[in-house]
């Protein structure tokens, strides 16, 4: 195994054609010359880069090693003992305490050989590593604000999870470096319209119900504070506005803190018509457990005022979809 130093000059061996118009080689790093084509959805590298922006920016190594990746690591590794060990866990045999000390507990790569597979460490190069791990993938985040807010900027929430790549990444930036450049694409949502009539009548004139749950509660911070800023854009007073219900359950009471503020305030000032929690004391109460309390409200903007209704997050759709029924059903 050839002993990094993150400095190596890349370059990628697709075709012929493609590797007369590389510049050359630097004399003063190795360069390593690796058979791979980059997922489309990454963008393609600047020719030549180094072993540390693979291993940062398109390979993940932060994922549990596959079944595949530890047979092959088996089949080049010279220790008997741990080769035995190694083909156990990558065979159908093994699968289970595959599931219960590799893949659940989520070890990196590198926590794989340090603890399972110190003695293969030296089977690993960087072909290999392209050959066999999965290259990292889009995290898809809900915007949360407004464009009315401000055109040249938007916010997120996330929930932080153990071992997560990119909510951690993105917690320890905010939190140290704000100068970190971040790569993203900004999808169009499906409540958009280029008639501005139209949109005022959707976002000022229609009754809606926001049911969301966890995270889900990102898209409906964006509702409302688009109906916000179009309102006061307009001159509507928030009291003139149509109704709004918002159905927000909780999973941690302390992390949700300030966005429950948030929605506080917009209720007091008449932005939101009606915002129902799970209090702290029934805290484990399901989302859809709050909307039977609110059956008759509910009937009343889905059949006499031509609602709408809007939905994300957990508990799932169909669980939520039969609460609606039963609401029809009364």
């Known amino acids: 195994m050839m002993k990094l130093t993150g400095n190596e000059q890349i370059y990628l061996n697709k075709d012929e054609d493609e590797m007369k ?19 489309s959805y990454i963008p393609y590298p600047q020719i030549p ?23 092959m690591i088996a089949e080049q590794c010279l220790v008997l003992e741990e080769k035995y060990k190694l083909q156990y866990f990558s065979s159908l045999r093994g699968i289970k305490d595959y599931e219960i000390h590799i893949k659940k507990p989520r070890l990196s790569i590198v926590d794989f050989f340090e603890k399972i597979a110190p003695d293969s ?29 401000n055109p040249q900027s938007l916010s997120v929430i996330y929930s932080l999870h153990p071992r997560g790549l990119c909510t951690t990444w993105l917690t320890e930036i905010v939190s140290t470096d704000f100068s970190s450049t971040l790569s993203a694409t900004i999808n169009r949502g499906t409540i958009f319209s280029h008639d501005d009539d139209e949109e005022s009548a959707f976002f000022l004139s229609t009754p809606t119900i926001l049911i969301c749950s966890g995270s889900g509660v990102a898209p409906m911070r964006s509702f409302l504070e688009h109906r916000k800023h179009l309102a006061q854009k ?8 149509s109704p709004c219900f918002l159905f927000f359950g909780c999973h941690n009471f302390l992390e949700s803190f300030a966005i ?16 129902v929690l799970n209090e702290e004391k029934s805290r484990k109460a399901r989302v859809q457990e709050l909307l039977i309390l609110f059956c008759e409200e509910i ?26 029924v039963e609401i029809v059903q009364k």
């Open 121 to 149: 460490r030296s089977v690993l190069t960087l072909q290999f590593l392209l050959d066999y791990l999965p290259c990292l993938i889009p995290r898809k985040y809900t915007i949360c604000s407004s464009a009315l807010t």
């Open 49 to 71: 880069f180094t072993s540390s922006y693979l291993l940062t920016h398109i390979l993940n190594i932060s994922a549990p090693p596959t079944q595949l990746f530890i047979q």
């Open 234 to 241: 307009l001159n509507v007073p928030f009291v003139q506005l």
């Open 260 to 275: 429950r503020g948030e929605f506080a305030e917009m209720e007091m000032c008449g932005l939101i018509t009606k915002l």
């Open 299 to 324: 009937g009343d903007i889905m059949f006499n005022k031509n609602g709408k209704i809007f939905l994300c997050g957990y508990p799932k759709l169909n669980e939520v979809d039969k609460v609606l």
């Open 21 to 39: 118009i590389h510049s050359q080689p630097s004399q003063s790093e190795p360069s390593l010359f690796l058979n791979f084509k980059p997922p």
